[in-house]
């Protein structure tokens, strides 16, 4: 029964009052007919590929419309999932989207699971495993620059050095079986020579695999709490520096009670960036809750922002917060810098800190916070995110499959080494160009591909 492989979706963002536009997606056999029974287009408009359609969804049995659309027909194979595709593109909100959906479902349609479009172009041919996690990627990108490595890698810049690598050493094992095979009719193994291309091969698989960090970073970004007292001057760092007026600034001691958040961009890298209440000794039952969860997220952020007021130099107050942080990558922020005017005394911890950064602010006049961006640049080490002079970024599953290629790889140089027969050779040699097909999904396993495609999105 050909019912049931005919999927169907809403493929835009589903919140109401925004978007102008909402688009419910079919995809298989029965697309075209479905569409046929629902949509209504007045005239000669003639249903053919790659054509847009006006008229009206009606209802098949009452006849009632439901919305008036437009159809975009794309027939296999030129089409997202190389099936016959149809978009109803619909007036926004959800209600025209929600009804066309089950109208779609009531002719046969099935719901689509996450990422299932793309789980049938990545079946169909059309793309392979990398090119499948960078439309995932894309999607979900948060700075230009991760948006950038994921086209790359949809473009293909990850596979084909992949791909590259992997006919590289099918070559040479299959030089090596010939000799296993047929060792009379050949000259003599090269081992020198083989050695060398294995080692190339090594050498851009580490390249490749120096990428991993980067990635990391750029997709999931970094969280960043601004810790300290109160009134030093938090929220209004956090204004400054997203030039917004998104946290609560008063002159009272206490009023950011809650953890207020702002989403910045730095150096391609998103940070999300936690303003917390002051945190200090009180019987305020809501600022108690308050200075709780600024604890909270100064445990939980991957950078903690240390304030303090410059005024007042370095404070008991200032210690004991240091205390509970000083276990976290930290930066010290000496702020109201303006209202000093000598020289700054030398403010830091009573209890050394490995590696303390320290930035001098006066966040009410948005200055230093290009320093600050600087410091924590530096602290994340962003040299990793220009190590290798490669445009792409790879995501953990890749760095984990090719650290095994490596390995393989190694041992094959292992096997060479110890001068051991030739069928060793090949056994290695073969779990390294397996690996590099399971990086592009070549070789693939039902776990490897609900791993990739349930972080997708339903309708992408
Ligand atoms: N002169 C000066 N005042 C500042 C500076 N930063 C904050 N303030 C003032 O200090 C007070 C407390 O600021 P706020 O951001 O609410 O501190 P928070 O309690 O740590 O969030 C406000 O009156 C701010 O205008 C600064 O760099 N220079
Ligand atoms: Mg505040």
Not at 128 to 153: C, H, K, M, N, Y
């Amino acid at each position: 029964m050909l019912q049931g492989n005919t999927i169907a979706a809403i493929a835009t963002a589903i919140v109401p009052e925004q978007g102008s536009v909402g688009i419910v997606r079919l995809s298989g056999d029965r697309a075209m007919a479905i569409a046929r029974v629902l949509f209504h287009a007045p005239g000669q408009q003639a249903w053919l590929s790659h054509r847009i359609l006006y008229g009206y969804i009606r209802h098949p049995e009452t006849q009632q419309v439901v919305d008036e659309a437009l159809l975009l027909i794309m027939l296999a194979p030129r089409s997202y999932t190389r099936e016959d595709v149809v978009e109803f593109h619909c007036h926004g909100g959800i209600i025209a989207v929600q009804q066309v959906l089950q109208l779609a479902i009531a002719q046969g349609a099935r719901l689509a699971q996450p990422g299932e479009f793309t789980l049938k172009a990545f079946l169909n041919g059309r793309l392979d495993l990398t090119q499948a996690e960078s439309i995932s990627d894309l999607v979900g990108a948060r700075s230009p620059q991760a948006a950038q490595f994921a086209l790359a890698g949809l473009q293909g810049k990850l596979a084909d050095p992949i791909r590259q690598l992997r006919t590289t050493c099918i070559d040479i094992l299959a030089e090596i079986e010939a000799r296993v095979d047929f060792e009379e009719d050949l000259p003599p193994l090269n081992e020198a020579e083989i050695q060398t291309r294995l080692q190339q091969v090594q050498d851009d698989v580490d390249q490749i695999l120096a990428t991993a960090d980067r990635g990391e970073l750029i997709r999931t970004g970094l969280k960043v709490a601004i810790v300290g007292r109160p009134n030093v001057g938090k929220s209004s760092l956090l204004n400054a520096w997203s030039r917004s007026d998104r946290a609560i600034v008063t002159d009272l001691p206490g009023t950011t009670r809650d953890v207020v958040e702002s989403n910045l961009v730095v150096g391609g890298i998103p940070i999300q960036v936690l303003d917390t209440a002051g945190i200090r000794d009180t019987d305020d039952k809501v600022e108690k809750i308050g200075v709780a969860r600024s604890r909270y997220a100064a445990q939980s952020a991957d950078l903690v922002l240390l304030t303090i007021d410059a005024q007042d130099g370095w404070t008991d107050a200032d210690q004991e917060i240091y205390t509970q942080v000083c276990d976290r990558p930290l930066i010290l922020i000496i702020n109201k810098i303006d209202l000093i005017d000598a020289e700054i005394p030398p403010i830091a911890p009573r209890t050394p800190h490995p590696a303390l950064l320290t930035v001098s602010t006066a966040a009410a006049l948005n200055q230093g916070i290009d320093a600050l961006e600087t410091a924590i640049l530096t602290t994340v080490q962003t040299g990793t995110l220009h190590a290798a002079n490669l445009d792409l970024a790879i995501n953990q599953r890749q760095a984990a499959t090719l650290t095994q290629t490596k390995q393989s790889l190694q041992q094959v140089q292992n096997t060479i080494a110890n001068q051991l027969p030739l069928d060793f050779w090949t056994i290695d040699l073969r779990s390294a160009i397996y690996t590099l097909g399971q990086v592009l999904g070549e070789e693939v396993t039902e776990s490897v591909l609900d791993q990739v495609f349930s972080r997708f999105c339903i309708g992408k």
